[in-house]
């Protein structure tokens, strides 16, 4: 099983001719409403690579229909998704005429997470078991103890990253995911450090921890525990849009990991995936099914 105990946001995105000064009234042209969040971007992603998936969390009651739905439809597990007297997490965007956006998040019920709610959910799943985490929820400290504790294997997000996160227990992830700007975060080193330097230095800080880092344009590299690094370069593909080029990337990765996959055809199979992503505008509606990138690799 592949429990993600993630975030969960409704993301309403405005049209304006320019984004909104101090002061002003501003008519929005159009508004768009999708579900998103790293969280449910990552199962969808996970789900969609082929993982039996179980998305954990909180939402608000009265507006939560959209991302369930979402999650219905790729055949994930919401049963441990509580409903709150609150909003949903959620985003206010505004898309200028040239395409740029600005965005206020609210963390909502995403933010409600309490000891009891993860007691309550952990209790349904065993040792061997998955749970992927981001840093968009509340109390992932106790999240990472008690499936640590369980012998689940632990992979973390550290997205987007606080340097509150070097805080928490994070050698009990059995992965932590990171991309180059995180990584150097983590590791306190220059954003351009060269990415094995950056590798050395992660692993020598957390030596029990498999680290998976991704490069953008440049591919991504996977080394874990006691293994040789495996790195995979970026298909040369048209990027329109690469929302969510992570969310795929990490959903194929674990899924064929959690599966017991090949690790070279794992990764590969997961860039693929999020070069298909990356051709696509959008968050959930870009993340390719596993039989589309089978055939994309095949070429
Ligand atoms: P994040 O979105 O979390 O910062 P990255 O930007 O590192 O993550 O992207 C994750 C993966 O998506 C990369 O390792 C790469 O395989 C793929 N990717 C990202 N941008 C592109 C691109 N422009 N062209 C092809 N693949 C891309």
Known sequence: KILNYGSLNIDYVYDVPHF????????STN????????GLNQSVALA???????????????????LTDVLAKDKIDFSNIAKRDCPSGHTIIQVDSNGQNCIILFGGANQTISEADIDSTLANFEAGDFMVLQNETS???????????KGMKVCFNV???TTELLKLPLE????????????????????????????????????????VLTLGSRGSILREVGEKPISCKAFKVNAV??????????????????????????????TAASALA?????ATPSIPRAKDVLEFIKK
């Open 241 to 270: 849009d690469t929302t969510a080029a992570g969310d795929t990337f990490l959903g194929y990765l674990i899924t064929n990991i959690a599966t017991d996959m090949n690790r070279a055809l794992a990764i590969k199979c997961a």
């Open 139 to 149: 109390n992932i400290r106790y999240m990472i103890e008690k499936a640590y504790e």
């Open 48 to 66: 969609r690579a082929g993982g039996n998936v179980y998305h954990a969390g909180a939402v608000g009651k009265d507006d939560s229909k959209i």
């Open 172 to 211: 009990k992830c059995a992965y932590l995911i990171v991309n180059e700007i995180e990584g150097a975060a983590m590791a306190d080193m220059p954003d351009d450090t060269d990415p094995y330097v950056l590798l050395d230095k992660l692993c020598e800080k957390f030596p029990k921890t498999s680290f």
């Open 31 to 38: 508004r768009s409403i999708f579900a998103g969040g790293k």
């Open 20 to 27: 909104v000064k101090a002061g002003e009234t501003l008519s």
């Open 278 to 282: 990356v051709q696509v505008k959008g």
């Open 159 to 161: 997205s987007p990253f």
